[in-house]
């Protein structure tokens, strides 16, 4: 939410808290966790059906929600890692993942976000690496000119890359060659490399 400059680190937290739980011990550790669903619409009344948590393990990180919609139920998985896991009918090994399911089990669409596996009945999608690391030349504005090639840059277009240490910052990926990423909308921070979260999207036809 800000810029990666002293200026703007040192400033207090954004804070945006939902709902808190307090320790009966004041000397006891909390580790508050929140999913909060945003589903935007036009007309009167939420689509949403229902939804309900299928995974919270505070160990792991691994966060998993289903929504059901009028003729379908969407998967949310969020984890911190590639390791393989089962949220109801979906495996993953992947950091984040999509599936949606019509009323039929029938998938409809799947994403895979910095993964190498994402599987539902039938329906599947493989990487053949979860993200790809790239050494930085140089950096001019929203640029990065890379000190070896990216392999394939008409995939990385769309993506998200991954620059800087604590914190890192995420950006868009606008535009891509084997020398070249430029990312979308802010100006790029300089780094020393690069790590494009691979990505892949597959939609059915009906």
């Known amino acids: 939410w800000r810029l990666v400059i002293p200026e703007e680190l040192e400033k207090p937290p954004v804070r945006q808290i939902l709902a ?3 320790a009966g011990d004041s000397d006891e550790a909390l580790d508050s966790r929140y999913a ?3 589903v935007p619409y036009q007309k009167n009344g939420s689509p949403v059906v229902a ?3 299928l995974e ?4 792991s990180g691994a966060l998993a929600v289903e929504v059901k919609f009028d003729g379908r139920t969407d998967y949310i998985i969020s984890t911190l890692d590639q390791q393989e896991r089962q949220f109801g ?3 993953v090994a992947g950091e984040f993942a999509f599936v949606s399911v019509d009323d039929q089990g029938r998938t409809l669409q799947g994403y895979l976000l910095n993964g190498t596996a994402l599987t539902c009945g039938d329906f599947q999608i493989t990487l053949p690496e979860a993200n790809t690391t790239l050494k930085v030349q140089s950096v001019d504005d929203r640029t990065y000119h890379l000190a070896e090639p990216l392999p394939d840059p008409q995939a990385a277009i769309g993506s998200y890359v991954l620059v800087g240490e604590s914190p890192q ?3 868009e990926i606008a535009s891509a060659t084997q ?3 430029t990312v979308r909308d802010y100006p790029a921070v300089v780094c020393d490399e690069v790590t494009i979260l691979n990505a892949g ?3 059915l036809d009906s």
């Not at 919270?56 to 160990?59: I, K, S």
């Open 89 to 91: 009918p979906v495996r």
């Open 51 to 53: 939804a309900r948590l």
């Open 201 to 203: 999207w597959v939609r």
């Open 169 to 171: 910052t995420g950006f």
């Open 36 to 38: 909060a669903l945003m």
């Open 179 to 181: 020398r070249e990423i």
């Open 20 to 22: 808190e739980n307090r």
């Open 56 to 59: 919270d393990d505070p160990d």
